[in-house]
């Protein structure tokens, strides 16, 4: 996905493409459910009105992982529309389970690279918020490159906030925390909430994941940034 040089017209990943495992019962959900709450990836920005049979502030969520987070927000604020964009087809699948099983009409999902469907298929000024949750903090040095978050994929994404629309990434490595924190930071269109980490939002629910780590005093960061101007 990224390079040091062009990262947005390199095929540098931030992602590993893994097979991974499928349960039965995430299969079912995949092969039932994915006509009624996936769309295509498309080169054109697409029209989420008719999709969603509404006008509502819609969020973006990158790399959903298995998607509790995302069925449960969605859940808790059935006023807002949600995109998640994931590759890993156990994670799709897992959360058209969560989808049918608590009857979600305010969520869909776009299996395909998210720097493709940022540039091709969302709008400039059109998201209410951004949602990423944990990626990948590709630790060692030589795969910084392949970190999501870098300047022109920052660029991008503020470019398709609304006026007053927020970006927020959570992680719990702290030298990622940190290269977000800087990267966000020197992105014109975006000024910090808090102006530096910020207290998880009552949205974002904890993970077992994070609800473990914490136990064992390994941190989280959450940073919180919006697009200046007025909404």
């Known amino acids: 996905m990224t390079s040091p040089t062009h990262p947005l017209h390199r095929p ?3 992602y590993v493409l893994r097979q991974g495992r499928i349960s039965h019962a995430q299969q079912r959900a995949y092969d039932a459910l994915l006509p009624l709450f996936a769309l295509p990836y498309q080169a054109s920005p697409i029209d989420f009105g008719p999709i969603f049979k509404r006008d509502a502030p819609r969020v973006l969520e990158i790399g959903f992982g298995m ?3 995302t069925a449960a927000i969605a859940a808790s604020h059935p006023e807002t529309d949600f995109i998640g964009v994931e590759v890993h087809t156990p994670g799709v ?3 058209l389970k969560q989808i049918g099983e608590r009857d979600l009409k305010n969520v869909r999902i776009i299996q395909h690279d998210a720097v493709e469907v940022l540039r091709h298929m969302i709008a400039e000024n059109t998201l209410s918020g951004i949602h990423l949750f944990f990626p990948d903090p590709w630790p060692k040095l030589r795969h910084h490159k392949r970190r999501l978050i870098q300047a022109e994929f920052t660029h991008l994404l503020a470019s398709r906030l609304r006026p007053g629309g927020y970006l927020h990434a959570a992680t719990d490595w702290e030298p990622y925390a940190e290269h977000m924190l800087a990267t966000l930071g020197h992105e014109a269109l975006l000024e910090n909430t808090v102006g530096g980490y910020a207290p ?10 994070e609800q473990r780590g914490l136990k064992l005093g390994h941190g989280v960061w959450d940073i919180v940034f919006k697009k200046r101007g007025q909404p």
């Open 67 to 69: 998607g509790e987070s």
């Open 200 to 209: 998880r939002p009552a949205y974002r629910p904890l993970t077992k994941f």
């Open 12 to 14: 540098i990943r931030s």
């Open 93 to 95: 699948g897992s959360l």
